[in-house]
C-alpha cells in the first residue's frame, strides 16, 4: 500500500472522512454528497497526528524546499502548519476566514513580510475558495505564496478549475482515487457503487439532485 493509500486508509478507520454512496450526506451549502470529511478527528490520534505532520514536512522539503514561512487557514489547518513549522524551525502565521472586528482588525495572525516565501497548510479542499482567499490575503500582505500542502481533496472539477484560474498550485497528502482504492480494500464501498461516487466527483449538483437510489444516466 502506498503512501497515500495508507493516509486515506486511516483516514477512513478514525472517521475523519466517511463514504454513504446510498445515503447521502447533505453538507452545509445544502449539496448532497457521497462523501463527508472532518479532518479535525486527525487531532484527537496522537500516532496519526504525527505522521501527518511528518508526511506535511516531507512534502514542503521536496516540493517547496524554499519555504520561509508556514501559513495556516482558520480554522483547522491551525495545528497543522503549528506541528509542521515546529519540525522545519520556521515562523508560523495564520489566515483568519475573516478580519477581525475589533483591536488590529487583522486578517493574518502573526508576523509574515513582503518577499517571504510562504506555503499554505490546509486540511481539505472542496471548490477551492478557502485556500484560494488564503492566498489572496497572504498576497496582499506581500507574501510569495509557492503553493498549498492539504490532508485531502475531493478532486471536484469546479475546484481544480477555480485553482487552476487563480495560479494556486495545490498538493495533497492524499487524495480522491487513494481514498477509493482504500474504501474498497477496507470494504467500506462495493465496486459496484463507484459509478455514482464518480458522478458525484464530476457533477455534485447534478448527482444530487436525482431521487435516492435512482441509476445515473
Not at 485556500?131 to 500582505?141: G, N, P, Q, S
Not at 472539477?157 to 474498497?184: K, W
Request: aromatic share 6%; hydrophobic share 40%.
Amino acid at each position: 500500500m502506498d503512501k497515500k493509500t495508507a493516509i486515506a486508509s486511516e483516514l477512513l478507520t478514525i472517521g475523519a472522512v466517511s463514504l454513504q454512496p446510498n445515503d447521502p450526506f447533505t453538507w452545509s451549502s445544502g449539496l448532497k454528497a457521497p462523501i463527508y470529511c472532518d479532518n479535525r478527528l486527525t487531532l484527537s490520534s496522537p500516532s496519526f497526528r504525527t505522521k501527518l505532520a511528518e508526511a506535511f514536512t516531507s512534502k514542503i522539503l521536496r516540493r517547496f524546499p524554499e519555504t520561509e514561512v508556514v501559513a495556516g487557514t482558520a480554522t483547522a489547518g491551525i495545528p497543522h502548519a503549528a506541528l509542521v513549522a515546529d519540525r522545519l524551525e520556521l515562523p508560523m502565521v495564520y489566515v483568519r476566514g475573516k478580519a477581525k472586528g475589533h483591536g488590529k482588525q487583522n486578517l493574518i495572525e502573526g508576523d509574515v513580510r513582503g518577499g517571504q516565501k510562504v506555503v499554505v497548510i490546509e486540511d481539505l479542499v472542496s471548490t477551492g475558495n478557502s485556500a484560494i482567499e488564503a492566498t489572496k490575503a497572504l498576497e496582499a500582505a506581500g507574501a510569495d505564496v509557492l503553493g498549498i500542502v492539504a490532508i485531502f481533496s475531493y478532486g471536484l472539477v469546479i475546484g481544480g478549475r477555480n485553482l487552476a484560474e487563480a495560479n494556486v498550485h495545490l498538493e495533497t497528502l492524499t487524495d480522491f482515487d487513494a481514498l477509493i482504492t482504500a474504501s474498497i480494500h477496507n470494504g467500506v464501498i462495493a465496486e459496484e457503487d463507484l459509478e455514482g461516487i464518480r458522478t458525484w466527483q464530476q457533477d455534485p449538483e447534478a448527482w444530487g439532485s436525482r431521487k435516492f437510489g435512482e441509476v445515473p444516466e
